[in-house]
């Protein structure tokens, strides 16, 4: 066994921790930051990115899932200051859930390629094409049996088609930020 697959299955550092909690608490600055709409335009998505592509998949993906546990418990960390379990169960708590697809997807790809700016960005457009898929059937299942009957192609619609290339701008922003600030700080580089 090498001496860093040594380090990445140890415990964790005080570093991993601080690192983990905080882009947990970046991600939900980023969910505030939004423009209203049946699903609302936030930075969530780009706050998800970065915190990928700085932490690494383990750590970044812990840090989603710590970010989903803290609105889980009712803390308002996702968009529009929502909280607790009925946010994730509404409609549009697919998307949510998603968000841990995403940080897998990322994890795996880079965990068998690299973490090449190319693999980083396919990483992040095909998570975000998971967390698209994943939430648009969750919104058709749940938004069918507590509002009104909808299908795939009305919530792609209204879920997915106008949010494509705010994400993609985001990805973009995320990438950039990311190769800026990850060669300066040692504890990203892990």
């Keep these: 066994m090498s001496e860093n697959s040594k380090k990445s299955i140890g415990k964790p550092t005080v570093a991993d921790l601080v690192l983990t909690a905080?882009?947990?608490?970046?991600?939900?600055?980023?969910?505030?930051?939004?423009?209203?709409?049946?699903?609302?335009?936030?930075?969530?998505?780009?706050?998800?990115?970065?915190?990928?592509?700085?932490?690494?998949?383990?750590?970044?993906?812990?840090?989603?899932?710590?970010?989903?546990?803290?609105?889980?418990?009712?803390?308002?960390?996702?968009?529009?200051?929502?909280?607790?379990?009925a946010a994730v169960l509404g409609p549009t708590g697919g998307y949510i859930i998603g968000f841990v697809c995403s940080a897998l997807v990322y994890w795996l790809i880079t965990k068998l390629t690299n973490e090449k700016l190319y693999m980083q960005a396919v990483s992040f457009i095909i998570g975000l094409a998971v967390c698209y898929a994943f939430g648009t059937v969750?919104?058709?299942?749940?938004?069918?049996?507590?509002?009104?009957?909808?299908?795939?192609?009305?919530?792609?619609?209204?879920?997915?088609?106008?949010?494509?290339?705010?994400?993609?701008?985001?990805?973009a922003l995320a990438l950039v930020l990311i190769r800026l600030v990850k060669p300066k700080i040692k504890y990203f580089d892990k």
């Design 22 to 85: 905080m882009f947990s608490v970046i991600i939900a600055v980023c969910a505030w930051i939004t423009i209203p709409s049946v699903i609302p335009f936030t930075l969530q998505t780009f706050g998800i990115f970065l915190c990928l592509g700085l932490l690494g998949g383990r750590r970044g993906t812990v840090s989603v899932l710590i970010y989903i546990l803290l609105g889980l418990v009712g803390l308002p960390v996702f968009s529009g200051f929502k909280g607790g379990i």
């Design 138 to 171: 969750w919104f058709v299942e749940v938004y069918s049996a507590k509002v009104e009957p909808v299908g795939y192609a009305a919530a792609l619609s209204m879920c997915v088609l106008p949010f494509i290339i705010p994400d993609i701008i985001k990805i």
